[in-house]
Structure formats: structure tokens, C-alpha cells
């Protein structure tokens, strides 16, 4: 009886332990790519299972991940991008200004 009481109590915290790095939080940064100047207002989203905006310093926090997931990212002028989750907690996501791409491939062209 002891022995089952036990065997009970460690199937319960490997179950806790599993569910609490499902669950696991994902902090970072917004910011932008050619200032490094933090972007307040992005959008940053899990599809489906969590989305947050950053703050004044560029800050986000999503409180649920997913396995195998995208992260998405968008903010008024910039362009957006699509970031495969590999299971980190902290990321730095820069972002460039939308036309970024475009004018330096005109400005090259002209030289």
C-alpha cells in the first residue's frame, strides 16, 4: 500500500511537470531592424493559442505555446514576419520598415 502511494504521487508530479512545459512562456522583443529602436504596438501572435502586443520597450509575453508552432509578427509600417517556435523562452524579433527590400535593391540598381 506504502509503495502504490508512491508510485501515485510520482505519476501526479511527471504529469504536473509535463503540463507546466506545455504551458511554457515565451518572452522577447520587438524592434526595428536598422535602428534597434524598440517597435510599441506589434502584434505578436501564436495562432490559436496565445497573441499579445508590445510594449513601450518592445516587450511581449505569450503565457501558452504550442509545439511545432508559428509565431507571427506585425506592426504598422513594417514589414510582417513568420517565425517557426523551436521552443524558446526569449526571442528578439527585428522588423523592417515596409519599401525596405525594394529601395535598396532600386538603389543598388542606379549605381
Do not use: H, W
Not at 503540463?19 to 515565451?26: I, R
Amino acid at each position: 500500500m506504502k509503495y502504490m502511494r508512491i508510485v501515485i504521487m510520482l505519476m501526479m508530479a511527471a504529469f504536473a511537470f509535463s503540463m507546466q512545459a506545455q504551458e511554457a512562456a515565451l518572452q522577447g522583443k520587438v524592434y526595428d531592424a536598422a535602428t534597434g529602436q524598440a517597435i510599441a504596438g506589434a502584434s505578436v501572435s501564436m495562432p490559436g493559442v496565445a497573441s499579445d502586443y508590445s510594449d513601450n520597450d518592445g516587450r511581449f509575453q505569450l503565457k501558452k505555446t504550442a509545439a511545432n508552432a508559428v509565431i507571427q509578427v506585425k506592426a504598422q509600417g513594417y514589414a510582417s514576419r513568420t517565425l517557426a517556435y523551436l521552443g524558446q523562452t526569449q526571442l528578439e524579433i527585428a522588423l523592417y520598415e515596409e519599401g525596405y527590400q525594394c529601395a535598396k535593391k532600386l538603389f543598388s540598381v542606379k549605381e
